[in-house]
């Protein structure tokens, strides 16, 4: 069994999803709209453009996220996505690019456990943990 986090997001899905996959050369599985729910679902007109579900790859894990169409979720602050990448350059990059347009909790750098590790909050409001597989050497 693999846990696999579930995003919701604010009528930005989509782009969310595309800027993942660029960051992270993951890949779109599902994309599903909100206009292909049945009518008893009673989703309102504004939002039928929206993305109902939808599963992207990055590496051996998967990311589902959808919008929140109804407008009965809250902001959720006490998760965050980790993502350990193979080098440090490669953590950087990722996390540079998560950056641009959020905030920065713990900028990107080496601690006792990693060569690169950092946390933030990208512009569309999802935590990130970003860190790298090289480990600092012992001495």
């Not at 193979?86 to 990107?108: H, R, S």
């Amino acid at each position: 069994m693999t846990p696999t986090p579930y995003l919701f997001f604010n009528g930005n899905c989509a782009e969310a999803i595309a800027s993942y996959v660029e960051i992270f050369g993951g890949e779109i599985m599902e994309k599903m709209p909100a206009s292909d729910m049945p009518p008893e679902y009673d989703v309102p007109d504004e939002n039928r453009h929206l993305v109902m579900h939808s599963r992207i790859r990055i590496g051996d894990g998967f990311l589902m996220a959808s919008d929140n169409l109804m407008g009965e979720n809250t902001e959720m602050t006490g998760s965050s996505v980790l993502v350990s990448l193979p080098t440090v350059d490669a953590g950087k990059a990722a996390f540079d690019t998560l950056a641009d347009g959020g905030a920065i909790e713990m900028p990107y750098g080496p601690t006792f456990w990693s060569k690169g590790f950092g946390m933030l909050t990208d512009r569309f409001g999802v935590r990130w943990m970003i860190g790298c597989d090289e480990v600092p050497e012992e001495g």
